[in-house]
């Protein structure tokens, strides 16, 4: 087998099981292994310590399978890998309330590079790296083995793929179904999910929970949900009763696909408004209107990847953050988040202080939101944990 020598001292993290080796800690490498090829990782006095994947065009040269380094890489192995994945899950006491859960959460699963989300009947699948790449057929195999699923739809053409080297891919890579409309069911609401052209593989399933909480605390409440997608927030503030609700987004074929998913549920469709517009602007034109809400959620895309962007995204959660605490009522809610990698929770929550501190309003922390039991967080790759959000109420 061809062999990754680190330097020394930087057997480190891999003794801690961090999953990746950065191209900078490789001293040499033994043999002529191809993009994907599994490699054995030695430490500088030659220790066995993994099996990884080698993927010559990243930063991550190489991320690990296994932390024994006898295990054989071969498609029984990922059939195993992926059985456990889909057993974690369905244990899980939401999959008695959802057929939508996310089934392989890549690192965190010991599968670096894996996605893979079920939406009743299809799947959708993500290589992203390498790695992944190479054992594509083996993985969709055991994918269909375990879960039954005939459909499964490929939405390899996340931006990172580009960073292995790796072209996009979009299709059918088994079976075949609508795949513009998947319906789903999460709590008793109904929902579309177009696995095809959607965000990501179509639909938010970390804030599944999160939307749960969201329609419990909505009776009685005038709603602003801002950045809603296809309406995940904005239906459960509904169905939880809420008196109104306005929900923003920028993209139209996301709220072509909300206005379906109101309809697909039995409420009152005349207390909810989709605007198309972009939040920064209708915060602002809202907050001139002397608008007050009851309770307000904003769940922005991605401002920061990356540690490196942290900076121009904490302006941006600051500004919509800050005219959200200008809109609530005394004894409103804010329920407000950030899926950024580079944005940690100690940093978002200085933030939202310093948000609510410039809009002049005194607000308290009675709840903190994290990303769904289905998108575990391996102890080990604490970079699995990117979705935080805070529960703050106004004074
Ligand atoms: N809360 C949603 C997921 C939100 S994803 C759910 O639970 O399903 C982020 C959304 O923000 C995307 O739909 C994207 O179209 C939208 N968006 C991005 N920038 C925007 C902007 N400046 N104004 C309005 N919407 C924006």
Redesign the pocket.
């Known amino acids: 087998m061809n062999v990754l020598v680190l330097k020394p001292g930087r057997e480190k993290s891999l003794k801690r099981r961090h999953p990746w080796v950065f191209s900078g800690a490789i001293e040499r490498v033994v043999g002529e292994p191809k993009a994907g090829d599994t490699v054995e990782v030695r430490s500088a006095d030659g220790a066995p310590l993994a099996v990884a994947a080698y993927s010559p065009d990243s930063q991550i040269r190489a991320r690990v399978w296994s932390f024994d380094a006898k295990a054989t890489t071969n498609a029984e192995y990922f059939g195993r890998k992926v059985k456990q994945a889909v057993a974690l899950r369905a244990a899980l006491p939401a999959s008695k309330h959802t057929n939508a859960m996310r089934l392989v959460h890549g690192e965190s699963d010991g599968l670096p590079g894996v996605i893979v989300d079920r939406y009743a009947d299809v799947l959708v699948v993500q290589f992203l790296s390498a790695g992944a790449e190479r054992w594509r057929e083996a993985i969709l195999d055991a994918l269909v083995a375990a879960t039954s699923c005939e459909a499964v739809f490929e939405r390899s053409d996340a931006e990172v793929r580009k960073l292995e080297g790796l072209a996009p891919r979009v299709g059918f890579a088994r079976g075949n179904r609508n795949a513009s409309r998947c319906p789903i069911t999460e709590y008793g609401l109904h929902f579309r999910v177009d696995v095809a052209e959607g965000?990501k593989t179509g639909?938010?399933l970390d804030?599944r929970e999160n939307?749960q909480r969201v329609r419990e605390l909505a009776a009685g409440r005038e709603v602003l949900d801002g950045?809603?997608?296809?309406g995940?927030?904005a239906v459960a503030a509904l169905a939880g009763g809420a008196t109104k609700v306005l929900a923003?987004?920028?993209?139209a074929p996301?709220l072509e696909v909300a206005r379906e998913n109101l309809a697909a549920n039995a409420l009152d469709a005349g207390r909810m408004e989709f605007l198309e517009?972009?939040?920064?602007a209708q915060l602002r034109t809202l907050r001139d209107g002397a608008k007050k809400y009851g309770l307000i959620v904003l769940?922005?895309?991605k401002f920061a990847p990356t540690a490196a962007q942290a900076k121009n995204a904490a302006r941006a959660y600051k500004d919509i953050n800050l005219l959200a605490f200008k809109l609530l009522a005394p004894g409103g809610l804010l329920a407000t988040f950030s899926c950024s990698g580079g944005v940690g929770a100690e940093l978002f929550q200085s933030i939202i202080a310093g948000a609510a501190l410039d809009a002049g309003v005194g607000a308290k922390v009675i709840g903190r939101f994290h990303a769904a039991a289905d998108h575990p967080v391996a102890l080990e790759f604490p970079e699995g944990d990117y979705l935080k959000g805070l529960l703050l109420l106004r004074e």
């Open positions: 965000q639909f938010f804030q939307r950045f809603c997608y296809t995940g927030f923003l987004d920028s993209s996301a517009a972009d939040v920064f769940d922005p895309p």
